[in-house]
């Protein structure tokens, strides 16, 4: 099982830009799968953006062009920038990881909250 600290929610005003950290407990390189995903009150979990294992990266519909994901190995962490943010963003955000040989581990989420 793998440990994930997430870090980085908070209040921000429509238009406003946050930055999301994640960081394993062991190391990332060998990940198949490592983002984030999010849940609004009343709906279901929903990707936001996730590397696969050949780097590549999946973004939801939604967040293309107004979000970025990223990693930095040697701190086994991944980012997710946030700029450009709109109410509807707002959600718990959870950081995913499936390590080979796992189901998969969750983060304990952090709260976006997108409000004038």
């Known amino acids: 099982q793998v440990q994930l600290a997430e870090s980085g929610g908070g209040l921000v005003q429509p238009g406003g830009s946050l930055r999301l950290s994640c960081v394993a407990s062991?190391?990332?390189?060998?990940?198949?799968?490592m983002g984030w995903y999010r849940q609004a009150p009343g709906k279901e979990r929903e990707l936001v953006a996730t590397?696969?294992?050949?780097?590549?990266?999946n973004y939801a519909d939604s967040v293309k062009g107004r979000f970025t994901l990223s990693r930095d190995n040697a701190k086994n962490a991944v980012f997710l920038q946030m700029n450009s943010l709109k109410p509807e963003d707002t959600a718990v955000y959870y950081c995913?990881?499936?390590?080979?040989?796992?189901?998969?581990?969750w983060g304990q989420g952090t709260q976006v909250t997108v409000s004038s």
């Open positions: 995913y990881v499936q390590a080979p040989g796992t189901t998969g581990s």
């Open positions: 062991r190391n990332i390189f060998s990940f198949n799968v």
């Open positions: 590397f696969t294992r050949w780097l590549e990266i």
